[in-house]
């Protein structure tokens, strides 16, 4: 699986769109991209996945780029509760083989 | 539904000690993992399981063991606890088909110490 790079920390204001970074220069063609968060000492919560396409659910948005070596999630209204660490994952859906790495933290500041 | 259940939800052992960490879930999902945190770090893979009866490696199977006899129950055996193997521990499932393969749901955690 390919791996993923992601800045240590970053911080946003609340109510401000939080956009965490991630590349991912070496994914395959059948790989796909996802993201989870993991609130403090509680157990990971998925977010949300793409393949190649955009996408948007009811908690973020997920943009890929055209190459797919890189994505960014997007938190639109950051509030004090998606304070967390965000991680991205690059998987191939054969399932197994989720492999976490150190994420991002985000401190959502009033 | 209430996910996936995790017991204990604490506990402490001594050096050479053995236990059972217990998950079990009533999703019907077909995949079960496992995982370790250690303090400010990431999760690893210990071991998963696409089905009953089939388990495989994960990063850090040392130490460890895994039965799957029902799609419910994804037990953890520890059988000489030693302190490198103080950690919360996380247990998962997932569909297992299709697009969401790697849509996981995840326990609230066992924090075990060994000393």
């Known amino acids: 699986d390919a791996k993923t790079t992601q800045p240590p920390s970053m911080d946003c204001a609340e109510g401000r769109a939080a956009n965490l970074p991630c590349n991912h220069s070496?994914?395959?063609?059948?790989?796909?991209v996802y993201w989870y968060r993991q609130i403090h000492s509680q157990g990971p919560q998925y977010i949300i996945h793409?393949?190649?396409n955009n996408e948007t659910n009811e908690m973020a948005s997920l943009i890929i780029t055209e190459d797919r070596k890189s994505s960014t999630l997007i938190l639109p209204h950051a509030t004090l509760r998606d304070t967390a660490v965000y991680y991205c994952i690059v998987a191939n859906n054969q399932g197994g083989k989720l492999i976490f790495g150190q994420g991002t933290e985000l401190s959502v500041k009033p | 539904n209430a996910g996936v259940t995790q017991t204990p939800k604490f506990r402490i052992l001594k050096i050479g000690q053995s236990m059972t960490l217990q998950c079990t879930q009533d999703?019907?999902?077909?995949?079960m993992y496992w995982y370790r945190q250690d303090p400010g770090m990431g999760l690893k893979l210990i071991y998963y399981?696409?089905?009953?009866?089939?388990?495989d490696k994960g990063e850090v199977p040392n130490g460890y063991n895994v039965s799957r006899s029902t799609t419910e129950d994804f037990p953890l055996r520890l059988e000489l606890a030693a302190p490198s193997q103080t950690s919360v521990y996380f247990c998962?499932?997932?569909?297992?088909?299709?697009?969401?393969?790697?849509?996981?749901?995840f326990g609230s955690g066992t924090q075990l110490s060994v000393l």
């Open positions: 998962a499932s997932s569909y297992g088909q299709g697009r969401t393969n790697e849509k996981l749901f």
């Open positions: 793409g393949l190649k």
């Open positions: 070496t994914i395959s063609g059948n790989e796909y």
């Open positions: 999703m019907n999902h077909n995949y």
């Open positions: 399981s696409v089905g009953a009866g089939i388990t």
